[in-house]
């Protein structure tokens, strides 16, 4: 069996119920609070999907299409620019997990 390397293995990851076109995003992020007040911008290298990302200028861009719902941007960001609300999951949305 190959060992996949991280973009390789969230590659895999599939979503129940929803093709991406129709994603709803259970995560909002104030990306103004994260180019205005935050002295860290942790989110941006805690992420394992990478879904937040620090363009040249220095400035913090969200896109939610590669989300694991893993939630560790939750407990990165201490600035209150990330709110999170689960998949409601009797219409059967969100991450589809092999292991619980």
Not at 22 to 46: L, Q
Request: glycine share 8%; aromatic share 8%; hydrophobic share 30%.
């Amino acid at each position: 069996m190959k060992l996949l390397k991280l973009p390789e293995r969230l590659g895999l990851v599939n979503y129940r119920n929803q093709s991406k076109s129709d994603i709803k995003a259970h995560i909002s992020v104030e990306t103004d609070i994260c180019n205005s007040t935050c002295p860290h911008k942790a989110t941006t290298y805690t992420c394992p999907a990478n879904c937040y990302t620090v363009d040249d200028e220095g400035v913090v861009h969200f896109q939610v299409e590669d989300c694991i719902e893993c939630g560790t941007c939750m407990y990165a960001c201490d600035q209150g620019a990330v709110s999170w609300e689960y998949p409601d999951p009797e219409i059967g949305r969100g991450v589809n997990w092999n292991f619980g």
